[in-house]
């Protein structure tokens, strides 16, 4: 419950620092409230780690959380009120006016709120000798980390990765399961099921498994159902699968016959990943195909009548719990990811380790986020027997909720915020980190550390979230940051339930109430059509962040005006109709706003009067861009715009020293754009005459680590080789999407030297690159796209040397005349996943066999 606190401590600081003009006589009283948070917030610390076991402690937590709200709301809405004085016509006559009457306004509003602060003070001071009463102790803040817990020494693994220590003793299982898969095995359509209990690893089984069997199949896809699922996305995801544009807007009918056209001759696998009910397969049944082909269909499940009812013929495969020696070592191995277990623990541990393990009764999910504790501790015998003695419950059903939640409360309170964020998002929803991490910012979660930016500490924490097993990551950056990732639903119950004890997110769901508590909605998540009506009738004005996740219902009852104090705005999927912006510019308090699957017109709302908006993320919603003066935002941290964006002219003059990320713009004519601290820049030139103006804002970025550049031009020597970068030696990532300089070939010594990633597209090379790539040592992702080389590029690839850190190639050219790829002994030591177009053939040596091979 910290978090609040804190953010509280942080909105004051600037209030006082802002708006110090303002706030006349009550610029005191703020600053005293402020002193009495900060002595409060040192006891924090001691009360959070009490609030489980004493329910007068955990009172006295709601009570200091309420009242920071109080506090936040105060200042906020007292803000909001001097911020529309200063947004009135500024015409001459109105001016005269302001200045007699404009005065008067402002005292009404500071004796209010110096009233407000005057109760809430009275109160502070209660909860303040309130602590002695509940024996809460008065720490230092820097106590804080002094603990027995360690800070987790984070790893940045490769983007391909597969956690090894979560798949332990599963290789029979995936073994036994693809036999039952193999088409020759019956040429009947069959139904297999994977049965077992919540965290017993049949996703992950399952996974395993379509990487090594949808080689067989012309078709695959993998789907996860929610309890609550809707039979036409089903239909919507597996018609669009291979790249087909599907509409929105049709009956079932017709999606049924797109299916049914795609899947008519081929051999498909289609994999149900956590089916609740048994009507999903007798709805399924009579749309696939059985064309006696050999076609599967891999269903996982809980309940065993689920998986019976499926297919008669096949006897579900049950998943077994863990033998006691299989327990110990995958307990050991996620506490020793990258040693010898039995060699790198102390004798001591080893004897206690076996008593630790026997409390998960062979539940993999409770011993991989048992083991995350543990990573966390001293190795010594008496922090590993503390943990021991903790694990005082019997066998009741809910050993592994009392691990999970033991490893939330081993969390520190910001990391309890970001765990309990995740309940905003909807069942098996994929969820993009670095949205995440900018909505965390924007939520003020995320503590400063050194000269780290907020994004960098955010992404640390994701980074421990994943250590600790609490996310389950599905993809990396070249880099090794984490890119998407999935909460699993035992462990989305938790932080579901943490939320609402807290107050911290309200969830409008299909497993909602729907009588909702009497209580102020701070944050709150729409992740079902059939609750709109509810969630419409209790958010307003107190509410600081929405995720609508069923916005396209939304489109009657929801009036912006209505969340004039709120920070977050997230929306996916506003119906197929344009999404009304206009009176967004309200919204003076918003920082993050992120828009998906939407049609906009940005150019509608002045949205410089937004000015804390830290994140514009509309990278997925085509529309009109905002007006020149969006870009005198000075706060703008993070800006995503889809590629019809911001095709039109931006400003000659940018000055914005806080952006980080720009994508993508188009730019035109001469421009002298002030961006010291950019990171990420995508953009797009459709002009032959800009290319002076490109190089010259880069040689003024001297943080660039990502830069990307498609035109319909050729690309001038300075884009190709940006030796102008005044970081060019750290340049971590480049994409460059057009045709290169007649007769320039790659030189690898013309490049960065520490490049990561690379992408090429349309670059009608001529001669073949890998040679000269390969001797990028950093290089981790390499992709050759459509026309990468030249339409009359004759013979193979070859790969003779080098590309020592390559994990990722991609060559997916099907303009050119490219037969084959071959890579010597030797090369690209790390390699662990190759997509190629379908008609390449792949000549890996020995040590590769094992290489991933994907083709499309």
């Known amino acids: 419950m910290a978090e609040a606190v804190v953010s509280v401590l942080g909105k004051l600081a600037v209030?006082?620092?802002?708006?110090?003009?303002?706030?006349?006589?009550?610029?005191?009283?703020?600053?005293?409230?402020?002193?009495?948070?900060?002595?409060?917030?040192?006891?924090?610390?001691?009360?959070?780690?009490?609030?489980?076991?004493?329910?007068?402690?955990?009172?006295?937590?709601?009570?200091?959380?309420?009242?920071?709200?109080?506090?936040?709301?105060?200042?906020?809405?007292?803000?909001?009120?001097?911020?529309?004085?200063?947004?009135?016509?500024?015409?001459?006559?109105?001016?005269?006016?302001?200045?007699?009457?404009?005065?008067?306004?402002?005292?009404?509003?500071?004796?209010?709120?110096?009233?407000?602060?005057?109760?809430?003070?009275?109160?502070?001071?209660?909860?303040?000798?309130?602590?002695?009463?509940?024996?809460?102790?008065?720490?230092?803040?820097?106590?804080?980390?002094?603990?027995?817990?360690?800070?987790?020494?984070?790893?940045?693994?490769?983007?391909?990765?597969?956690?090894?220590?979560?798949?332990?003793?599963?290789?029979?299982?995936?073994?036994?399961?693809?036999?039952?898969?193999?088409?020759?095995?019956?040429?009947?359509?069959?139904?297999?099921?994977?049965?077992?209990?919540?965290?017993?690893?049949?996703?992950?089984?399952?996974?395993m498994v379509y990487k090594s069997a949808k080689a067989y199949f012309g078709y695959h896809i993998m789907l996860s159902i929610s309890q609550q699922y809707n039979l036409i996305d089903l239909l919507i995801k597996m018609i669009s699968k291979d790249n087909h544009s599907v509409p929105n807007d049709r009956d079932e009918g017709y999606y049924v016959g797109e299916l049914n056209r795609i899947l008519d001759s081929r051999r498909y696998l289609i994999i149900l990943d956590d089916v609740w009910k048994g009507d999903l397969w007798n709805e399924l049944k009579e749309i696939l195909p059985d064309k006696k082909n050999g076609s599967r269909v891999l269903m996982t499940t809980r309940h065993n009548e689920v998986a019976k009812s499926a297919d008669s013929e096949i006897p579900p495969y049950e998943l077994k719990f863990l033998n006691e020696s299989k327990s110990l070592d995958l307990l050991l191995k996620k506490v020793f990811p990258y040693k010898k277990s039995n060699e790198e623990c102390p004798k001591d541990l080893l004897e206690l380790a076996p008593e630790i393990s026997k409390k998960c009764k062979g539940l993999p999910l409770a011993l991989i986020v048992l083991g995350g504790i543990l990573a966390t501790k001293e190795l010594a015998y008496p922090a590993w027997e503390r943990v021991l003695e903790t694990m005082n419950w019997h066998s009741d059903g809910s050993s592994c909720m009392q691990i999970l939640a033991m490893s939330y409360d081993d969390m520190p309170f910001y990391l309890k915020a970001c765990f309990q964020y995740l309940a905003s998002f909807p069942e098996d929803h994929v969820i993009s980190a670095d949205r995440l991490i900018r909505m965390w910012v924007a939520e003020g979660f995320i503590p400063l550390e050194g000269t780290k930016t907020m994004e960098e500490s955010a992404e640390d924490c994701l980074e421990e979230l994943a250590e600790r097993s609490m996310v389950q990551v599905l993809s990396r950056s070249a880099n090794g940051l984490i890119k998407r990732f999935?909460?699993?639903?035992?462990?989305?119950?938790?932080?579901?339930?943490?939320?609402?004890?807290?107050?911290?997110?309200?969830?409008?769901?299909?497993?909602?109430?729907?009588?909702?508590?009497?209580?102020?909605?701070?944050?709150?998540?729409?992740?079902?059509?059939?609750?709109?009506?509810?969630?419409?009738?209790?958010?307003?004005?107190?509410?600081?962040?929405?995720?609508?996740?069923?916005?396209?219902?939304?489109?009657?009852?929801?009036?912006?005006?209505?969340?004039?104090?709120?920070?977050?705005?997230?929306?996916?999927?506003?119906?197929?109709?344009?999404?009304?912006?206009?009176?967004?510019?309200?919204?003076?308090?918003?920082?993050?706003?992120?828009?998906?699957?939407?049609?906009?017109?940005?150019?509608?709302?002045?949205?410089?009067?937004?000015?804390?908006?830290?994140?514009?993320?509309?990278?997925?919603?085509?529309?009109?861009?905002?007006?020149?003066?969006?870009?005198?935002?000075?706060?703008?941290?993070?800006?995503?715009?889809?590629?019809?964006?911001?095709?039109?002219?931006?400003?000659?003059?940018?000055?914005?020293?806080?952006?980080?990320?720009?994508?993508?713009?188009?730019?035109?004519?001469?421009?002298?754009?002030?961006?010291?601290?950019?990171?990420?820049?995508?953009i797009f030139n459709n002009r032959s005459d800009e290319w002076v103006s490109i190089a010259n804002l880069l040689k003024t970025l001297p943080l660039l680590v990502s830069l990307e550049i498609r035109t319909v031009w050729a690309l001038p020597m300075e884009i190709v080789y940006p030796k102008a970068l005044p970081n060019y030696q750290n340049l971590q990532s480049l994409q460059l999407i057009g045709d290169w300089p007649e007769n320039v070939n790659v030189e690898a010594r013309l490049l960065p030297p520490h490049l990561v990633k690379l992408v090429l597209l349309s670059s009608q090379l001529k001669q073949n690159p890998m040679p000269e790539l390969g001797k990028l040592n950093s290089l981790k992702k390499l992709c050759l796209r459509t026309r990468a080389l030249s339409w009359d590029y004759e013979g193979p690839i070859i790969c003779p040397e080098g590309f020592p850190a390559l994990q990722y190639l991609e060559v997916k050219d099907s303009h050119s005349n490219i037969k084959d790829l071959k890579v010597a002994q030797g090369v690209m030591p790390k390699l662990t996943y190759l997509k190629v177009n379908a008609e390449i053939e792949v000549y890996l040596p020995p040590e590769l066999q094992h290489v991933r091979v994907e083709k499309w």
């Not at 780690?49 to 506090?71: P, T």
């Not at 015409?91 to 306004?105: D, M």
């Not at 908006?613 to 000075?634: A, H, M, N, Y």
């Not at 931006?650 to 002030?674: R, S």
């Open 486 to 682: 999935k909460v699993h639903d035992i462990l989305r119950e938790l932080a579901m339930r943490e939320a609402i004890d807290e107050n911290f997110v309200t969830v409008f769901s299909h497993a909602s109430n729907d009588t909702m508590p009497n209580r102020i909605i701070r944050r709150a998540s729409l992740q079902a059509e059939k609750k709109n009506s509810q969630f419409i009738e209790y958010v307003g004005r107190n509410t600081r962040s929405l995720l609508l996740f069923e916005a396209k219902y939304c489109t009657t009852g929801l009036h912006w005006s209505n969340f004039r104090l709120l920070k977050v705005l997230e929306i996916e999927g506003w119906s197929h109709k344009e999404l009304e912006l206009k009176s967004l510019d309200e919204l003076i308090h918003l920082k993050y706003m992120g828009i998906r699957n939407c049609t906009i017109d940005l150019s509608s709302c002045s949205l410089h009067h937004m000015r804390g908006l830290e994140t514009l993320d509309v990278r997925e919603s085509p529309g009109k861009q905002p007006c020149d003066d969006f870009w005198s935002i000075g706060t703008l941290r993070h800006v995503r715009g889809h590629r019809n964006i911001f095709e039109g002219p931006l400003p000659k003059c940018i000055d914005l020293n806080h952006l980080q990320t720009l994508k993508w713009v188009t730019v035109e004519g001469a421009f002298d754009w002030k961006l010291p601290n950019l990171r990420k820049l995508g």
């Open 15 to 207: 209030v006082i620092a802002n708006e110090a003009q303002f706030l006349g006589g009550v610029e005191k009283k703020v600053e005293r409230v402020q002193r009495e948070l900060i002595r409060i917030k040192s006891c924090l610390i001691d009360a959070d780690s009490k609030s489980k076991g004493d329910e007068r402690v955990r009172n006295w937590l709601n009570e200091l959380r309420d009242l920071a709200y109080r506090i936040e709301d105060a200042t906020d809405t007292f803000y909001l009120k001097v911020e529309g004085h200063r947004r009135e016509d500024a015409s001459i006559l109105h001016n005269l006016i302001e200045k007699v009457c404009s005065k008067p306004k402002q005292l009404y509003f500071l004796h209010k709120l110096g009233n407000e602060l005057d109760d809430i003070q009275s109160l502070l001071e209660e909860i303040s000798k309130s602590t002695v009463i509940y024996g809460i102790r008065d720490l230092p803040l820097e106590d804080e980390s002094k603990g027995e817990a360690v800070k987790m020494p984070l790893r940045r693994a490769t983007y391909s990765e597969v956690d090894e220590n979560e798949v332990v003793s599963m290789q029979a299982d995936k073994e036994q399961i693809l036999k039952l898969l193999h088409p020759e095995k019956t040429s009947r359509r069959d139904v297999i099921s994977i049965v077992g209990a919540g965290g017993l690893g049949k996703t992950t089984l399952a996974c």
